[in-house]
């Protein structure tokens, strides 16, 4: 059974800092995606990573991902207010269903 | 493009009673899922359609859910007989019929937030 998990579960930083979020999965796959979810909203796609290797950048955010390894991370560059919220990594079953198995979330929270 | 819609955005029931939900995905979205996400969790998998085709269920959909999408379009998921552990976020994404959905993945709508009571 395939298991995705984050780490940290919890993070607080000051605005100017850099961070790394990890999301480590069990099983074979290699598309893994970044959502952000703010309280109470729906799930935002932040990234799509479809192959080894794969580095995406938008704004201070810059995720990759590591197949052989069955690691991505989310680094985070000089955060900001903006960027607090909850930030979810989801693998592909790439069963033919294409459902996504969530990891269990980071909460951000970005102090001013 | 008006994205993926889900209605109501809030339902409060009395526990027992039976509640639906419906989703209307991207037009040229094939793919329908549906996921159930509760309070400091991540989503999980419940349910997906291929066109009008339920291929999928998880095991957390119990007897007491059923989900449809008759033609292909929209499609609704229904609760009966409510319990208060039916009180969670349902979200709905619907995705292309390429691989994983193409360069964006599925696309997410805004949820209907059940309150069991």
């Known amino acids: 059974e395939l298991k995705v998990e984050q780490n940290p579960l919890f993070l607080s930083m000051q605005e100017g800092k850099n961070y790394t979020i990890y999301c480590n999965y069990s099983?074979?796959?290699?598309?893994l995606y970044w959502y952000r979810q703010d309280p109470g909203k729906s799930l935002e796609s932040l990234f799509v990573?479809?192959?080894?290797?794969a580095v995406k950048q938008e704004g201070r955010l810059m995720a990759s991902l590591d197949t052989k390894a069955r690691l991505s991370t989310l680094h985070i560059t000089a955060a900001v207010h903006d960027l607090s919220a909850t930030y979810f990594c989801?693998?592909?079953?790439?069963?033919?269903?294409?459902?996504?198995?969530f990891g269990t979330g980071t909460r951000l929270k970005v102090l001013a | 493009d008006t994205g993926v819609s889900q209605n109501p955005r809030h339902k409060i029931t009395k526990r027992g009673q039976n509640v639906t939900f419906r989703c209307d995905p991207i037009?040229?979205?094939?793919?329908l899922y549906w996921y159930r996400q509760t309070l400091g969790q991540g989503p999980e998998f419940l349910t997906y359609?291929?066109?009008?085709?339920?291929?999928?269920k998880s095991r957390l959909l119990s007897d007491r859910f059923s989900a449809e999408r008759p033609k292909g379009s929209f499609s609704t998921l229904e609760i009966q007989r409510t319990e208060q552990g039916d009180s969670a976020m349902y979200l709905c994404?619907?995705?292309?019929?390429f691989g994983t959905g193409g360069v964006r993945g599925y696309t997410f709508g805004s949820g209907t937030r059940l309150t069991v009571v």
């Open positions: 990573l479809l192959s080894n290797g």
């Open positions: 989801a693998v592909d079953m790439t069963s033919g269903t294409y459902k996504y198995i």
């Open positions: 359609f291929q066109n009008e085709a339920q291929l999928e």
């Open positions: 994404a619907s995705s292309t019929n």
């Open positions: 037009s040229e979205h094939n793919r």
């Open positions: 099983t074979t796959s290699d598309r």
